[in-house]
């Protein structure tokens, strides 16, 4: 590893040079006077700065610095249009666009190398954007090797239709026998390709059949479909396993005496009514003289994960638990997740527990840490919490919990005065039958005071923490969130405007929690604060301390869920390891390849998470186009264009579409300068903000998208509901 680094350093070094001239791999190894032997820690440094963007390919197989080829490396993100934007490695210049023509073969993930073909400021003056244009000139790593989606065929061949809209080609393939399938695929199941070399546009991909998922459509293959497209592991290795096996299922108080024994606390968990593995646990004290002690325990997941170990390499290679609709994809084997590692009421556990002491005004005066024990004297659900908090207290559970709100409530107003954006948004839950997973019902889950409660709490926890390592200097992992770019913010303040809403300067914070408070409650609040998130950076890991934007923290590190999140489990390894420094994870080059990967692993949960809700969504949607009494649902028009009104559902937290064409009571056309839509001989306007009452007219699972249709006076449109059939 160092010899590879400090070659790295050398071919830099002369790359930088006055004199330098491209050179190839022959030639730069001679120019280092490295000698044959080590000709392949040569190879492995160019790859990992070419990989890194440090360095870039030109004609011929030869290197240069990519800024004096006008060359950018990074990771294409496209778009389902077909356009996309090359996000730059280490790099804070932005993005580039590449348009359609220009990706090549180039899919969505695929670390790839551009040619800058426009600067920023020449785009700037002729499309308003500020990002320059570029063309992809090398692929340097496919993101997969795989793809999912649905076999089709022609009278001529057949051929797979991926999953991912941002896949815009189809994939040429050859049916053939699959052992697990005990049949060759036929048009409509679900499978798994991969990928063949493809090295022309002009031609579509072509790949072999490796898994047979299902049939569209069939219980259960939606979900596996979205886990093989993500690449999310099945299946724990046998060797994590019999690790897991080997970890006692009870806590022995007597085995540790070091800890400090907090058993005789009344302690409590609050968690989601379906959690099933509890990692926090919370006390809070009033003192003499008005100041507070809060307590946060944390399962102390690292007393068992120990570093390099079979269950510490699958954490680490997972990088968190992915929830999935009807599922959850685990980082940690079940014995430890929802064993022993579980908070569970009236049973001991070992936790990692964060003592702050709080003046009256809730001003933080004080914290200490230390490896402990506890027994959870309660386990409170949210809904609990909240009923609990909604009467006076009656007994020693009533009168803790409305103690702690009392703390809360107040951390929660500081938070906020000192520049904290009001960001959250409300959740809906798919509610599906446990046998066949299709969806029954939505629930709205509000953030109410409960869910408030354990967010300060764990918020204040995770301040502490980052502060206490920072300070000591003691190299870990942060959670940030970087300032945003100021030309982000004025392309989102013309966007606000252009809803009507007045903002100033948004790089001021002050003015930036004005707007966010004038949009609460209006219709357009969703839209616009979707929009905000889309102009602010991406939060993620890094091993340097650059605060979070979004929170108004100087010093944030996430400590509270180490049963989910890699991330957590160093920061529990680190302030274990702060005094005597023994057995902290790794060096900070160490660390910061930690903080990148778990980084990307965050982003694929993510994506994985929230497609499989909305899939569900969807698909409880499709049920009320074959129902003779379909709901009727609140709708709130967030954008008109040429071809329609999108509109947003409060109550299902999903957008559609409302086809011009669906308007049967009107000739509508379309006024682009004041964003509406006017009927010509009714004179009436459907414009941004207005609510309406809709229907669902289609539904396509395939494209994920909804069409619904405007209910006036009880009937659909003018007449009658539309008719079943084709998507757009």
Same mark, same amino acid.
């Given at each position: 590893?160092?010899?590879?680094?400090?070659?790295?350093?050398?071919?830099?070094? +002369?790359?930088?040079?006055?004199?330098?001239?491209?050179?190839?791999?022959?030639?730069?190894?001679?120019?280092?006077?490295?000698?044959?032997?080590?000709?392949?820690?040569?190879?492995?440094?160019?790859?990992?700065? =070419?990989?890194?963007?440090?360095? /870039?390919?030109?004609?011929?197989?030869?290197?240069?610095?990519?800024?004096?080829?006008?060359?950018?490396?990074?990771? @294409?993100?496209?778009?389902?249009? #077909?356009?996309?934007?090359?996000?730059?490695?280490?790099?804070?210049?932005?993005?580039?666009?590449?348009?359609? =023509?220009?990706? #090549?073969?180039?899919?969505?993930?695929? &670390?790839v190398v551009a040619r800058i073909t426009r600067d920023a400021a020449y785009t700037r003056a002729r499309s308003g954007t500020a990002h320059p244009e570029g063309r992809v000139i090398r692929i340097l790593e496919r993101a997969h090797a795989t793809i999912v989606g649905t076999l089709q065929q022609t009278p001529n061949f057949s051929y797979v239709v991926p999953d991912d809209p941002r896949i815009v080609h189809n994939v040429y393939v050859k049916p053939q026998p699959l052992p697990e399938a005990h049949r060759a695929p036929s048009p409509g199941d679900k499978v798994v390709v991969r990928l063949e070399p493809w090295e022309s546009r002009h031609v579509n991909p072509e790949g072999e059949i490796v898994e047979f998922l299902g049939r569209a459509g069939d219980p259960g293959v939606d979900m596996l479909s979205i886990i093989r497209k993500h690449h999310l592991p099945t299946e724990f290795p046998v060797d994590v396993l019999a690790e897991a096996e080997r970890v006692p299922e009870t806590v022995d108080p007597d085995g540790y005496g070091e800890r400090e024994d907090l058993r005789d606390r009344f302690i409590v968990t609050i968690d989601p009514d379906d959690a099933r593995d509890f990692d926090d646990a919370i006390h809070v004290e009033k003192l003499p003289g008005g100041e507070w002690e809060l307590g946060v325990h944390i399962a102390d997941v690292s007393a068992y994960v120990v570093p390099g170990s079979a269950l510490d390499r699958e954490a680490l290679q997972r990088g968190n638990s992915v929830y999935l609709a009807d599922r959850v994809v685990p980082m940690l084997p079940e014995r430890l997740s929802n064993g022993v590692c579980s908070l569970n009421p009236n049973v001991v556990r070992l936790t990692h527990s964060a003592f702050i002491r709080f003046a009256k005004n809730a001003a933080p005066r004080s914290a200490r840490f230390a490896r402990t024990l506890i027994r959870s004297a309660h386990r409170l659900t949210y809904k609990e919490a909240y009923a609990i908090l909604q009467n006076p207290p009656n007994d020693k559970l009533g009168e803790r919990l409305h103690t702690a709100w009392s703390l809360a409530a107040i951390l929660r107003r500081r938070r906020f005065a000192q520049g904290s954006l009001d960001l959250d948004f409300p959740e809906v839950k798919v509610v599906l039958d446990p046998k066949s997973g299709r969806p029954l019902r939505l629930e709205r889950i509000e953030n109410d005071e409960s869910h408030q409660l354990v967010e300060e709490f764990m918020l204040a926890a995770n301040e502490a923490v980052a502060a206490e390592l920072k300070n000591r200097l003691i190299p870990t992992i942060y959670r940030v969130h970087e300032n945003p770019d100021p030309d982000k913010l004025t392309e989102y303040r013309e966007m606000v405007q252009s809803y009507g809403f007045q903002a100033g300067d948004l790089t001021n914070r002050a003015e930036l929690q004005r707007l966010l408070?004038? %949009?609460? #409650?209006?219709?357009?609040?969703?839209?616009?604060?979707?929009?905000?998130?889309? &102009? @602010?950076?991406?939060?993620?890991?890094?091993?340097?301390?650059?605060?979070?934007?979004?929170?108004?923290?100087?010093?944030?590190?996430?400590?509270? &869920?180490?049963?989910?999140?890699?991330?957590?489990?160093?920061?529990?390894?680190?302030?274990?390891?702060?005094?005597?420094?023994?057995? /902290?994870?790794? &060096?900070?080059?160490? %660390?910061? #390849?930690?903080? =990148?990967?778990?980084?990307?692993?965050?982003?694929?949960? /993510?994506?994985?998470?929230?497609?499989?809700?909305?899939?569900?969504?969807?698909?409880?949607?499709?049920?009320?186009?074959?129902?003779?009494?379909?709901? +009727?649902?609140?709708?709130?028009?967030?954008e008109v264009r040429n071809y329609g009104l999108l509109i947003e559902l409060p109550d299902v937290l999903l957008t559609g579409l409302i086809h011009i064409s669906s308007l049967a009571d009107d000739f509508y056309v379309f006024d682009g300068a004041r964003r509406r839509l006017i009927g010509r001989q009714s004179k009436r306007t459907l414009t941004v903000g207005e609510a309406l009452r809709v229907v669902v007219a289609r539904i396509d699972i395939f494209k994920q998208q909804a069409d619904f249709a405007i209910v006036t006076d009880g009937l659909v449109g003018s007449s009658q509901r539309p008719r079943r059939g084709r998507g757009r």
């Open positions: 590893m160092k010899k590879e680094s400090d070659t790295k350093q050398k071919i830099l070094a +002369v790359m930088r040079g006055p004199k330098y001239r491209p050179l190839d791999k022959i030639e730069l190894g001679r120019a280092l006077g490295i000698k044959s032997d080590g000709r392949g820690h040569l190879k492995e440094a160019l790859q990992q700065l =070419e990989r890194a963007g440090d360095i /870039a390919r030109i004609r011929k197989n030869r290197y240069v610095l990519p800024e004096e080829a006008d060359l950018v490396t990074g990771k @294409l993100q496209v778009h389902q249009a #077909g356009f996309g934007f090359l996000v730059r490695e280490n790099s804070d210049q932005g993005d580039v666009f590449i348009a359609a =023509e220009n990706t #090549g073969t180039a899919m969505n993930g695929d &670390s408070a004038s %949009l609460r #409650g209006k219709p357009e609040e969703q839209a616009l604060k979707i929009g905000l998130l889309k &102009s @602010l950076k991406r939060a993620r890991y890094t091993t340097q301390p650059l605060g979070h934007f979004g929170l108004a923290k100087t010093n944030y590190a996430h400590f509270t &869920s180490p049963i989910r999140r890699y991330a957590d489990l160093v920061v529990h390894r680190t302030l274990a390891a702060r005094n005597s420094r023994r057995g /902290a994870r790794g &060096s900070v080059a160490e %660390l910061t #390849g930690i903080a =990148e990967h778990i980084s990307t692993t965050e982003r694929v949960a /993510a994506d994985a998470e929230n497609e499989s809700v909305k899939m569900k969504k969807l698909e409880f949607l499709q049920a009320q186009v074959a129902t003779d009494n379909p709901q +009727v649902f609140r709708a709130v028009v967030i």
